[in-house]
């Protein structure tokens, strides 16, 4: 099994618009959810997981995403 088993090309974000954690994760839920992730009815549950699981210490969620962003290391 492979990296990209598990990457979903359709809900890639080239240029996130993002300036913060929360908002960071919801506009990558919302692409996956965009590129047929999950039912409307999940989003916010899905979200607010991920946000739970922020809470409980950071998973580095906001250094990953500038770095695939932005093309430059945090």
Partial sequence: ?????FVVGESIIVDLKATGKEEAIREMVGSLHRAGGWAND??????????????????????????L??????
């Fill in 1 to 5: 099994m492979s990296l990209m088993d």
């Fill in 42 to 67: 999940d989003l916010e549950s899905v979200i607010r997981a991920i946000l739970g699981r922020e809470e409980l210490g950071s998973t580095g969620m906001a250094r990953v995403w500038l770095f």
């Fill in 69 to 74: 962003t932005r093309g430059t290391r945090p």
